[in-house]
């Protein structure tokens, strides 16, 4: 089957698995607008153009070309050490805190570079949030966790309506709404994530970056937090970083495949809706990796 | 079996160790008990100085070292802990960083008596601030800056990274970050250490010596004016008379600076359970 046979079957094969297709629509014309095929480039979220990101002199990812689009999940996977979670924070610049880290390309968020000494990192990140792998929420409240960002952000509605709604929305509220007073650490791992979901977005960012959430959570809670991407992925543009490819399959609407050379520099192999990629990718890479043979 | 030998001889020897430590803490206790209880009465509590033995009150020494601990906490406080927030958030990992760092951990090591000269030299000749009470505090707070800055350091490298990457990730400054997340979590080691430190300040007698405490005080001491005295030296006073009856009230007034370096140490307990009931990590 040749590339231009496959690039126009990917529509048909993506509507097939995802029958409930939100605004998103998927050009026919073939890979010619490249990786990612939108009509309306306003549906872009955030582009990365060329970026690669270094710490001191070892270079951990390499000239990534990549298109988030606007509320899709998109699926990150590849072998350990290939520089996903490194990819994942060069968009809301959480690489900055890291002594010696250094992003070269652009990244567009809604068209804007936002890479550049002159834009303030702290305005991205209100605007990006983010999931750690390790749930992490603050030794306080659950109610102070959640209440955290819009108070440090100046928020000046009812926050305990935004509480409320933030909990509900991470699909927490109805095992936590007796208790908001109680530490955010007495809730068990999968709530703890669920929490700092909630905690993400109350600053209502645009763009959820989530490195790995479920690694620390066990198989129900993990799929509690699948359902609750594919809710949120409603309002949200989703980026996630897995390890686990049936959580690729399973939650994603698009997948980026990554592996690194030689030189231990990560790059992109190959990007496509997700029931592409792990049914008939092309290349060979992307093939033994999602087979298993390899990673 | 020789290597559960070794086991059991070494626990046993852990067992010793720890039951000298003890033992030699008990026989002073028991003797200070024995001698000084006796004397230990509201009279002596509220009493001035005297020639009489009989007569003698520590109402002075007690208020020196409440205004000593007060004025070292007020200052050591935000000097301590911003310097140590400094260091530990704002500096990158330089080779100056480090040079600075190892050296506030000499500075922890300088014998008292040094900072008592220093103290002299810089608060009671240059600054002119005479040999008064204030001149005495500030000396101590020098003496006990070090420790309050590593503690505060050391509490907050402990505060995981997760904790500054989650305030981060929703939009925090850097100082909304420490203030918001860092700040409390570390909070409890924080305020350990200065409770701490401030107990090593009150029980600490050979600068004050230098900076003018003097031991024969008999009225409420006034921070910046005359004469003061503080409860160990009242104590060093008391012991190198050659009188029993003033050696027996000097044990009565070891009781007293016990209870209150016990006050302290009881205070930085509570605090710390009480901050921490939320931490668990």
């Known amino acids: ?295 | 079996m020789r290597r559960r030998l070794a086991g059991t001889v070494f626990y046993a020897a852990c067992i010793a160790a720890i039951s000298l430590t003890l033992l030699a803490l008990l026989l002073l206790l028991l003797d200070v008990l024995s001698r000084g209880l006796g004397h230990l009465d509201p009279d002596f509590l509220s009493g001035v100085p005297s020639r009489r033995p009989a007569r003698a009150g520590i109402m002075p020494a007690i208020l020196g070292s409440l205004y000593l601990g007060l004025i070292v906490a007020v200052v050591t406080f935000p000097i301590g802990v911003a310097a140590g927030i400094f260091l530990e958030e704002y500096t990158k990992d330089s080779f100056l960083n480090r040079l600075l760092r190892t050296n506030i951990s000499n500075l922890a090591g300088v014998p008292s008596i040094i900072y008592g000269i220093f103290g002299l030299a810089l608060f009671v000749r240059a600054l002119n601030l005479g040999e008064t009470l204030l001149a005495g505090a500030l000396t101590l707070s020098l003496l006990i800056l070090p420790v309050v800055i590593i503690a505060t350091m050391e509490a907050l490298r402990a505060v995981p990274a997760s904790q500054r990457e989650a305030a981060h990730a929703l939009g925090a400054t850097r100082w909304q970050a420490i203030k918001g997340a860092v700040l409390p979590a570390a909070a409890p080691g924080i305020l350990t250490g200065i409770v701490l430190s401030m107990a090593r300040a009150i029980g600490e007698t050979a600068p004050l010596i230098l900076i003018g405490a003097v031991t024969f005080v008999t009225y409420a001491p006034n921070p910046v004016e005359g004469g003061y005295t503080v409860l160990p030296i009242q104590i060093f006073q008391w012991a190198s008379r050659p009188q029993a009856e003033f050696q027996e009230i000097a044990a009565s007034a070891i009781l007293v600076l016990l209870a209150l370096m016990f006050a302290l140490n009881a205070l930085a307990l509570f605090l710390r359970v009480r901050l921490s009931r939320h931490l668990q990590w």
Request: aromatic share 6%; with cysteine.
């Open chain 1, 1 to 295: 089957m040749s590339a231009q046979a496959i690039a126009e079957r990917a529509p048909s094969a993506d509507s097939k698995a995802a029958p409930t297709r939100r605004t998103i629509q998927i050009s026919t014309a073939g890979v010619a607008r490249g990786p990612l095929d939108l009509a309306d480039p306003g549906d872009v979220a955030v582009e990365m153009q060329d970026v690669s990101c270094c710490y001191g002199t070892f270079r951990a990812v390499r000239d990534i070309n990549l298109t988030f689009a606007r509320r899709e999940v998109t699926a990150l996977i590849g072998p350990s050490g290939c520089g996903k979670s490194t990819l994942l924070r060069s968009i809301n610049r959480m690489n900055d805190l890291i002594p010696g880290a250094r992003t070269e390309g652009r990244v567009l968020f809604d068209g804007q570079d936002v890479t550049g000494r002159e834009v303030d990192a702290v305005d991205v990140r209100r605007r990006i949030g983010m999931v750690f792998q390790k749930p992490n929420p603050f030794p306080k409240s659950i109610y102070e966790n959640v209440a955290f960002g819009p108070r440090i952000n100046g928020y000046r509605g009812n926050m305990d309506e935004l509480v409320e709604e933030c909990l509900h929305r991470a699909a927490l509220w109805n095992e936590v709404k007796d208790k908001l007073k109680q530490s955010g650490l007495s809730l068990s791992g999968g709530q703890q994530q669920r929490l700092c979901i909630a905690r993400t977005i109350a600053t209502s960012p645009e763009v959820i970056l989530m490195d790995e959430p479920c690694s620390a959570l066990d198989p129900r809670a993990t799929l509690q937090i699948e359902e609750l991407m594919r809710e949120l992925s409603e309002q949200y543009t989703i980026v996630i970083v897995t390890h686990n490819m049936q959580q690729a399959a399973r939650a994603s609407d698009r997948t980026v495949f990554m592996t690194m050379g030689d030189d231990r520099s990560g790059y992109v192999v190959e990007v496509g809706p997700t029931n592409e990629i792990f049914t008939m990718p092309k290349q060979r890479l992307t093939e033994d990796y999602v087979s298993g043979r390899f990673g």
